[in-house]
C-alpha cells in the first residue's frame, strides 16, 4: 500500500511540474505553432526522452553526486543556459520581420530528428530537475525503494509528460490557433524569445552565489 501511494504521489506531484509553464511547454508550443503537428510530437518526445533521463539519475543517484562536485553542477547549469539563452535570441531574431529568422526556418524546416533533438536539449538544458526529482523520490518512495519501483515511477513521469505537453500539441495545432498564431507571430516570438533568455540567465547565474560561498 505504502508503494502503491508513493506512486501516486510521484503521478501527482509530476503532473502539475509539468503543467506548470516553463521551457517545455514553449518549446512544444513554438514547434507546433511554426511547423505543425507532427514536429510538435517530436519535440514532445525529446522532452519526453530527457523525463526518462532525469527520472534515471534521480532513482540512481545523480543528484547526490552533483551535490558533491558543485564545480561539475555549475558546468552543466551554465551550458543549459546558454543554450536557453541561444534558442531566445534565435526566436528574438525571428521576430524582427518575414526577412529573419522565421521565413527562413519556414522555407527550410527542421527535420523529425532535429524536433526531437530541440525538445531532448530543451528538457536537458536545467540540471536542477535531477535534484528536484532525487528530492521527490526521496518524500515519496519507500526506501530503499526496489528497482521496479523506481523504473515504474519514471514510467510514470514519462506517461505524464507525454499526455500534457500531446495534448498542448494537440490543442495548439487547430488550424484556427496556428493562423490567429501567423497573425501575431512577430509579438509571440519576441515574448518567448524573452522569457527563454531570462529563464536561461536565471539558470546561469542563480548558483554562482553559493559557490563562491562554499569556494
Not at 44 to 69: E, N, P, R, Y
Request: hydrophobic fraction near 55%.
Amino acid at each position: 500500500m505504502e508503494t502503491h501511494l508513493g506512486l501516486l504521489s510521484v503521478a501527482g506531484v509530476w503532473a502539475i511540474a509539468a503543467m506548470s509553464p516553463g521551457p517545455n511547454f514553449l518549446i512544444s508550443a513554438q514547434s507546433t505553432l511554426l511547423f505543425g503537428r507532427r514536429k510538435g510530437f517530436a519535440t514532445v518526445l525529446g522532452i519526453v526522452c530527457g523525463t526518462v533521463v532525469w527520472g534515471l539519475a534521480g532513482f540512481f543517484g545523480l543528484s547526490a553526486v552533483m551535490a558533491a562536485a558543485p564545480g561539475a553542477f555549475l558546468f552543466l547549469a551554465v551550458a543549459g543556459g546558454g543554450y536557453l539563452i541561444y534558442l531566445g535570441l534565435r526566436l528574438v531574431y525571428s521576430s524582427l520581420g518575414a526577412s529573419g529568422l522565421g521565413a527562413a526556418l519556414r522555407e527550410d524546416p527542421p527535420t523529425q530528428v532535429s524536433a526531437w533533438r530541440r525538445g531532448l536539449f530543451t528538457n536537458l538544458a536545467n540540471p536542477k530537475t535531477v535534484a528536484f526529482v532525487g528530492s521527490l523520490f526521496v518524500a515519496t518512495l519507500p526506501a530503499p525503494a526496489p528497482l521496479w519501483v523506481g523504473l515504474t515511477a519514471v514510467t510514470i513521469m514519462a506517461v505524464t509528460s507525454f499526455t500534457w505537453y500531446s495534448l498542448v500539441v494537440a490543442t495548439l495545432a487547430w488550424p484556427q490557433i496556428r493562423d490567429a498564431y501567423g497573425r501575431a507571430q512577430g509579438w509571440i516570438d519576441a515574448t518567448a524569445g524573452i522569457v527563454f533568455v531570462v529563464l536561461g540567465m536565471r539558470l546561469a547565474v542563480s548558483d554562482l552565489p553559493d559557490l563562491a560561498a562554499g569556494a
